[in-house]
């Protein structure tokens, strides 16, 4: 179980939304990985994991996380 920053918020971007969810209400911290928190997350807007698959998670040195999805340059 990861150590839960109760301040700590996730923001993600997705269909159009952006939303901001404790990262409590996860139990989620900061230095969850990866994969963890495209799971908990898809169970929190109930939808398939596999939507997030081309999503990035950027840590922010405040301990926030954000969930985008992937930039493409060029």
Do not use: Q
């Not at 839960?4 to 996730?10: I, Y």
């Not at 997030?52 to 926030?64: K, Q, W």
């Amino acid at each position: 179980m990861a150590t839960v920053v109760r301040d700590g918020v996730l923001h993600v971007r997705f269909e159009g939304r952006s939303i901001d969810v404790p990262l409590a209400g996860l139990d989620l911290s900061p230095t969850s990985d990866e994969r963890e928190v495209k799971h908990r997350l898809a169970e929190y807007l109930e939808t398939n994991p596999r939507r997030l698959d081309a999503y990035v998670v950027d840590r922010l040195s405040n301990g926030n996380l954000t969930v985008r999805p992937e930039a493409v340059f060029g």
